[in-house]
Nanobody, 120 residues
Framework: QVQLVESGGGLVQPGGSLRLSCAAS????????MGWYRQAPGKQRELVAT?????????ADSVKGRFTISRDNAKAKNTVYLQMNSLKPEDTSVYYC????????????WGQGTQVTISS
C-alpha cells in the first residue's frame, strides 16, 4: 500500500516563503512522477508542479520563477519538496502531493492535503 505524507503548510504573509514536503512509502516503481496540485474553495484542482524520477520538471505558469520543485531519490526514498517564495494571496489553497507511475496500468496516489494560507 502506497502512502503519501505531507508536511509544511501554514499561514504566511504575502511575500513570504514556505516549504512543503511529501514522503512516499510502499511499493513504488522507481520510474515515477511526483508533484503538487492545489485546490482553492469553489475551484477545480490544478497543477502546481511535477518532477519525474529523472529530474524533469514542469510548472504552472502562475508559479514559474517563484516555486521550485525538487526530490530526493536516494536509497529509494521518494520524497518531493516544494519551495514556495514570493507568496501571494492567490496562492492560498489546499496543496496535495501526487505520485503517479505506469506498470502494466497507471497508478495514481494522493496525499491528504495541507493548507497554505497567504494573508496579512
Amino acid at each position: 500500500q502506497v502512502q503519501l505524507v505531507e508536511s509544511g503548510g501554514g499561514l504566511v504573509q504575502p511575500g513570504g516563503s514556505l516549504r512543503l514536503s511529501c514522503a512516499a512509502s510502499g511499493s513504488i516503481s522507481s520510474r515515477n512522477t511526483m508533484g503538487w496540485y492545489r485546490q482553492a474553495p469553489g475551484k477545480q484542482r490544478e497543477l502546481v508542479a511535477t518532477i519525474t524520477s529523472g529530474g524533469t520538471t514542469n510548472y504552472a505558469d502562475s508559479v514559474k520563477g517563484r516555486f521550485t520543485i525538487s526530490r530526493d531519490n536516494a536509497k529509494a526514498k521518494n520524497t518531493v519538496y516544494l519551495q514556495m517564495n514570493s507568496l501571494k494571496p492567490e496562492d492560498t489553497s489546499v496543496y496535495y502531493c501526487n505520485l503517479r507511475y505506469t506498470l502494466l496500468r497507471q497508478y495514481d496516489y494522493w496525499g491528504q492535503g495541507t493548507q497554505v494560507t497567504i494573508s496579512s
